[in-house]
């Protein structure tokens, strides 16, 4: 007899476990199946998705290592630190990174055991409904397994997407994976795509002493961004050594003896070829989708591969959902997590809501840079009237203590209402900072609200006070 449960989540990143999580704690019967493509040390699927062990976590444990060694290097002076012989292991740095990825995804399994989730070791895929629910197949090394849901929630997340001409094998050629797994850092680095990853891995090995170029299609940088803050951004990468090639068109990448060499042509029309020793190609990525058999219970994939939805995440089939990155939105973790949330919540018959225009976004290169909620320039292409409000942080005294005071926060707000309209970060701990911002916008506040909250002295908190105050050019200490 094929064991039964309410809510089936099919894949454990971010979305899937948390949905889980969830749905466990509202009193469902659950079960979870992962088919990881990721080591383990005890040869099991790996829990956690891209983001726990070739993305998110991995990347950040990367970028922490690679900015403590470029302060030591180049920073300690500043602060009467003389220090000598200063040098980076590399495979220390990859073994610390791999250690923390190993704690997270066992975290995850601890979760599975504390909320009593059945992890189903395999992949999932549709076969049918019956009266009893939905038939799902899970495909794992000991053979094929079915099990009934009634409810199905898809959460089987996204690979990174690779272009024509340019064979990915993870070694001198690397996607976001093989990127994470240098055992060195190189002298010549190319990267395609000057997007959230391009950017952060390509700023990890900068700092490790490698030379970067950076070949993006689109004719402006960080077209997503605030334009204030990308002109800002493109400034600071150039002066920390980034070279980064707009309107490009890719051609050919062919393995040589010393590396590869990338044929491109620029903005001019002009042919060049970039020759380095590793490449990595981060051009965005695309929904798994593809082997979950939808046709099975009614459902099929748009032309782009993602599975259409609702606002509450419901697809066409009745009781079953889709979150995170195989439907549309952002292919941020956090916003899997709190869609995962949502729908479970939506099977306990309550009533939760989630505001994607609330949702931050955070590029994790130095300074941080983050945004929520609506740019200058889509205020301007939509015709509304507006305020800004902008402050640096070396008019800050925390900033200018910790050595950090590049960029600014600049808050855009309703000229008529005060209404945050959104909030613009390019500075250090702009991930942390950013979360004010989404929550004053969440409450519908006003820059107001923000100017007459009482902010600790000294931090960096301050210059999201300040930008507030600026909005009515009333900032205090500018």
């Not at 519908?444 to 007459?452: F, I, L, Y």
């Amino acid at each position: 007899m094929s064991k039964q449960f309410d809510v089936l989540v099919i894949g454990a990143g971010p979305g899937g476990y948390i949905a889980a999580i969830r749905a466990a704690q509202l009193g469902f019967s659950v079960a979870c199946c992962e088919f990881s493509a990721y080591d383990d040390p005890a040869g099991e699927p790996r829990l956690g998705g891209t983001c726990l062990n070739a993305g998110c976590i991995p990347l950040k444990a990367l970028v922490a290592s690679s900015e403590a060694y470029e302060k030591a290097v180049l920073h300690l002076p500043e602060h009467g630190i003389t220090a000598t012989g200063i040098s980076i292991d590399v495979a220390k740095m990859q073994k610390r990174k791999e250690a923390i990825v190993t704690k997270m995804t066992s975290g995850v399994k601890f979760l599975f055991r504390k909320n009593k989730i059945t992890f189903l070791k395999g992949r999932g895929s549709f076969a049918g409904k019956t009266d009893a629910g939905y038939r799902i197949i899970i495909s794992g090394q000991d053979g094929d397994e079915e099990v009934l849901s009634q409810k199905v929630i898809i959460a089987t997340g996204s690979k990174a997407r690779h272009i024509p001409n340019v064979q990915v094998d993870n070694v001198t050629i690397c996607d976001n994976e093989g990127a994470l797994k240098f055992t060195d850092a190189p002298k010549k680095l190319g990267v395609i795509g000057a997007g959230v990853i391009g950017l952060e891995v390509g700023s990890v090995w900068r700092r490790l002493g490698a030379e970067v170029t950076i070949l993006e299609v689109m004719p402006s940088f960080l077209g997503a961004a605030d334009e204030s803050v990308s002109r800002e951004a493109s400034k600071l990468f150039l002066k920390q050594g980034l070279n980064i090639k707009l309107g490009v068109r890719i051609g050919q990448a062919k393995l040589t003896k010393d590396g590869v060499s990338i044929a491109y042509t620029d903005d001019q029309g002009s042919e060049h070829t970039l020759e380095c020793d590793k490449l990595i190609v981060s051009v965005g990525r695309t929904p798994n989708t593809e082997k979950l058999n939808l046709e099975a219970v009614g459902l099929q994939t748009d032309e782009r591969g993602f599975i259409p939805v609702n606002d509450h995440c419901a697809t066409a089939a009745p009781g079953v959902y889709a979150i995170g990155d195989v439907v549309r939105g952002p292919m941020l973790a956090h916003k899997a997590e709190d869609e995962g949330v949502m729908v479970a919540e939506l099977l306990a018959g309550q009533k939760p809501h989630l505001d994607y225009n609330s949702m931050p976004w955070v590029i994790y290169t130095t300074p941080e840079i983050a945004w929520v909620g609506k740019t200058e320039q889509q205020l301007r292409s939509e015709g509304r009237d507006y305020k800004t409000g902008q402050f640096p942080f070396a008019a800050n005294g925390r900033a200018l203590g910790l050595g950090d005071a590049d960029g600014f926060i600049k808050m855009l707000a309703d000229a008529k209402t005060d209404e945050i309209l959104g909030v613009h970060i390019i500075g250090a701990s702009a991930s942390d900072l950013i979360a004010e911002a989404a929550l004053a916008m969440e409450f519908h506040a006003s820059s107001e609200d923000v100017a007459r909250t009482c902010h600790p002295h000294p931090s960096l908190s301050e210059v999201m006070r300040e930008a507030a105050l600026a909005i009515e050019k009333r900032a205090l200490n500018m």
